[in-house]
């Protein structure tokens, strides 16, 4: 393919994609596939001549859409939103153009100063105090992560690494598998798995601390574990408190940093706050005071690419001492090392993250925030909690159903009054008729179901449509219980 037939190509690709997020809504949502049902529609090896664009784009709608989930369709109400919209994929296929592996300033200047100005940007969206932002020379600053699971492992290896060195500089005969030992870090009990597969994968004692009657961490449980573990000679060093929808991904609570947050810095213990879903909406100031007491925290992160419209991958983590991380993933082989290293002008993001190579990530954010600017991204958000709350309403007519939690952001959770096995029949029955999607969860001993706001182009007609869907299969699902 040369340039000339990218570009016709390109633009007949642009207007597939356009046609598929337009016709979107006109496609089941989930797929009718079994496992296995792809290997049989290709070849087994790869050809050996050039197939022509014309074959890959039909086979694109043969073989690849049937098993598609839809996740930008209307009707897509599980886990949580995963962002979309056209600047970001624009800035995507710019991305890809432009091709750099951004892992030092000297591997591409624009790609490491324009994230670190949109993380700056990002920050004062957020109202974050200034010692996580970068600019004017502070010691923190942010950095784009895969995912809010990547900067979770980063905290805590830049946690371990740092009370590693601390208690070696204390008491230089202790060895660092003494030390690893005793290590124990704590994140509420609606943690997301992600935290524990960090624990497991930092080689460190996990503990889950008991929520209270909203499914939220309180100082006084986290105290106590404190007291017990201090007492049987562990070493406390990180705690992750899942504000919103990281650790309760289950329910959008969220734990109490004000309460939280001076125990852990009055303990010397690493506070890294997770809103991932949540974090989109502290962009409104209606919204801003669930992330009260991120002063208190050593680091902070929520995903663009699932609520603000720039497409995935976009974690936007932020420090207060950027140098936490670089001591501990900071490696210089002669290869990578430039001139302007060291001169305090610019950062290197290899040193902030796991895998040296980065994508131009920034850009998407760049595009996004200049397009739709603030207040769109604020009517976005607002558009999305209105809908959720619009269904709660919904669901508090019907003398059937309940809501488990307080409704807070665009997450609704809800069951039918009654048994576990009335509601997994329930969600049973909704997914197998393909017509909307959702997922469950536990909220202690109860079977919930889970209604998210995800899409774009969702609107108040399919909230309605989706309740009127559930309202039928509910009564066929009572109808039976009875017979």
Known sequence: MNASEFRRRGKEMVDYMANYMEGIEGRQVYPDV??????????????????????????????????????????????????????????????????????????????????????????????LPKAFLNEKAGEGG???????????????????????????????????????????????????????????IGGVKLKAIPSDG?????????????????AAGLIPFFAIQMVATLGTTTCCSFDNLLEVGPICNKEDIWLHVDAAYAGS????????????GVEFADSFNFNPHKWLLVNFDCSAMWVKKRTDLTGAFRLDPTYLKHSHQDSGLITDYRH??????????????WFVFRMYGVKGLQAYIRKHVQLSHEFESLVRQDPRFEICVEVILGLVCFRLKGSNKV?????????????????????????VLRFAICSRTVESA????????IKELAADVLRAERE
């Open 34 to 127: 079994e496992p296995g049902y792809l290997r049989p529609l290709i070849p087994a090896a790869a050809p050996q001549e050039p197939d022509t664009f014309e074959d890959i784009i039909n086979d694109v709608e043969k073989i690849i859409m049937p098993g598609v989930t839809h996740w930008h369709s209307p009707y897509f109400f599980a886990y949580f939103p995963t962002a979309s919209s056209y600047p970001a994929m624009l800035a995507d296929m710019l991305c890809g153009a432009i091709g750099c592996i951004g892992f030092s300033w000297a591997a591409s200047p624009a790609c490491t100063e324009l994230e670190t100005v949109m993380m700056d940007w990002l920050g004062k969206m957020l109202e």
């Open 142 to 200: 942010g950095v784009i992560q895969g995912s809010a699971s990547e900067a979770t492992l980063v905290a805590l290896l830049a946690a371990r690494t740092k009370v590693i060195h601390r208690l070696q500089a204390a008491s230089p005969e202790l060895t660092q598998a003494a030390i690893m030992e005793k290590l124990v870090a704590y994140s509420s009990d609606q943690a997301h798995s992600s935290v524990e597969r960090a624990g497991l």
């Open 214 to 230: 909203n499914f939220a961490m309180r100082a006084s449980a986290l105290q106590e574990a404190l007291e017990r573990d201090k």
């Open 281 to 292: 909406a502290f962009i409104c100031p209606e919204f801003r005071h669930l992330l009260n």
């Open 352 to 365: 902030w993250q796991i895998p040296l190579g980065r994508r131009f990530r920034s850009l998407k954010m």
């Open 423 to 447: 509601n997994e029949a329930l969600l049973q029955r909704i997914n197998s008729a393909k017509k909307i999607h959702l997922v469950p969860c536990h909220l202690r001993d109860k079977f």
């Open 462 to 469: 399919h909230v309605q449509r989706a309740w009127e869907h």
